[in-house]
T-cell receptor, first 113, second 113 residues
């Protein structure tokens, strides 16, 4: 079965410190990988995606993600966290075979001043 | 603002009733997707339409149905509502489908009493 796992329900980081939100996937074919962010009572906002090419993908608001094929991972990173980055983050994988987007269960990022 | 609009924002109804959720995709997008977000199930793909035709089906109950109209807006119909149908329902749209980035609307929060 195809799946996306976000092993941490919550990640806590101090403002100014680097952050990492982890994601691993199990998807048939060459996966397309996405990160979305959800603020309270809001829809999902697209952050970045990986299709092919450079393993380091840069996205919105200073976020980037590193694709690692051997570890089937796509971790979200930011060099210096802001309090305003506090939100719910979703990793998603799209199988080119099925065309369906599969989401992880989400990770709450809490950035403390 | 993603450009995807959903109405209504909130909906409160009783068990056994039927409701219709509406979605207008971003200008130029041909594909519309529906998702359900609940605390226990997370984000689940329900169904996709492309240019008026059903393209992919996910975990959509038989009591639920959707359609996409010639002007490309879509409606999700939920009938014989149960308490467990209470959730956030998101619509997303993309240019074409398959591997395009999906942009999400703000969601409709459905409460079944």
């Amino acid at each position: 079965a195809q799946s996306v796992a976000q092993p941490e329900d919550q990640v806590n980081v101090a403002e100014g410190n680097p952050l990492t939100v982890k994601c691993t996937y199990s998807v048939s074919g060459n996966p397309y990988l996405f990160w979305y962010v959800q603020y309270p009572n809001r829809g999902l906002q697209f952050l970045l995606k990986y299709i092919t090419g450079d393993n380091l993908v840069k996205g919105s608001y200073g976020f980037e993600a590193e694709f690692n094929k051997s570890q089937t991972s796509f971790h979200l990173k930011k060099p210096s966290a802001l309090v305003s980055d506090s939100a719910l983050y979703f990793c998603a994988a799209l199988s080119s075979n099925t065309g369906k987007l599969i989401f992880g269960q989400g990770t709450t990022l809490q950035v403390k001043p | 603002d993603s450009g995807v609009t959903q109405t209504p924002k909130h909906l409160i109804t009783a068990t056994g009733q039927r409701v219709t959720l509406r979605c207008s995709p971003r200008s130029g997008d041909l594909s519309v997707y529906w998702y359900q977000q609940s605390l226990d199930q997370g984000l689940q793909f329900l169904i996709q339409y492309y240019n008026g035709e059903e393209r992919a089906k996910g975990n959509i109950l038989e009591r639920f149905s959707a359609q996409q109209f010639p002007d490309l807006h879509s409606e999700l119909n939920l009938s014989s509502l149960e308490l467990g149908d209470s959730a956030l329902y998101f619509c997303a749209s993309s240019v074409e489908g398959r591997t395009d980035t999906q942009y999400f609307g703000p969601g409709t929060r459905l409460t079944v009493l």
